[in-house]
């Protein structure tokens, strides 16, 4: 099966830190880059997205870059804070309408 | 809108034990997702239905696994014998579509099978 692989798997960073996510797709075909955040107890929810067509995308303090040659896209968090601790994924749409996975990022934001 | 529901919350069986997981989707969505999540394979997709109709089971893990949709408002996944690799968390999420919709996702049930 086609893979999303996502790093680093858990992330300890500082208040006021940019923490980065990174994902990595396979399939060219691949046209839908959403990130969902998910706190301890809760269900994933859609944070951020973005459409190939577009190299990056913010919304508040957080942004995707995107890199469609080397098939590669990235969470960045501005100015973070202790609440945005949660682990996030991210995920790709394939040829099949269906969403591809990443395995998460742990992240922690240090007081 | 009261989200996705699931119930229960927290299921605790003994091995060889039926389990039946339910979810109510949101009023109006048409696409609905069981999905399990584990720290050691982590967020996996089991089964995906479109208007009540299954699409995509290939991540039902054994036949032990079968899920229904009976109408649009409702959806089970049962688990049928349970073993403890089962012990998981099963999300439900529901949608307007499929691909470029946000999924909606439920509280989970947590499962324990010991």
């Known amino acids: 099966q086609q893979q999303v692989k996502q790093s680093p798997q858990s992330l300890i960073v500082q208040k006021g830190g940019i923490p980065i996510i990174n994902c990595a797709y396979e399939?060219?075909?691949?046209?839908?880059f959403p990130w969902y955040q998910q706190f301890p107890g809760k269900g994933p929810a859609l944070l951020i997205a973005?459409?190939?067509d577009v190299s990056e995308k913010k919304e508040g303090r957080f942004t995707i870059s995107f890199n469609k040659s080397a098939k590669q896209f990235s969470l960045h968090i501005m100015d973070s804070q202790p609440g945005d601790s949660a682990t996030y994924f991210c995920a790709s749409r394939d040829s099949n309408y269906q969403l591809i996975w990443g395995a998460g990022t742990k992240l922690i934001i240090k007081p | 809108d009261a989200g996705v529901i699931q119930s229960p919350r927290h299921e605790v069986t003994e091995m060889g034990q039926e389990v039946t997981l339910r979810c109510k989707p949101i009023?109006?969505?048409?696409?609905l997702f069981w999905y399990r999540q584990t720290m050691m394979r982590g967020l996996e997709l089991l089964i995906y239905?479109?208007?009540?109709?299954?699409?995509?089971d290939s991540g039902m893990p054994e036949d032990r696994f079968s899920a229904k949709m009976p109408n649009a408002s409702f959806s089970t996944l049962k688990i049928q014998p349970s073993e403890p690799r089962d012990s998981a968390v099963y999300f439900c999420a529901s949608s307007l579509g499929g691909g470029f919709y946000e999924q909606y996702f439920g509280p989970g049930t947590r499962l324990t099978v010991t």
């Open positions: 009023s109006g969505h048409n696409s």
């Open positions: 239905f479109n208007n009540n109709v299954p699409i995509d």
């Open positions: 973005i459409r190939p």
């Open positions: 399939n060219t075909a691949f046209d839908y």
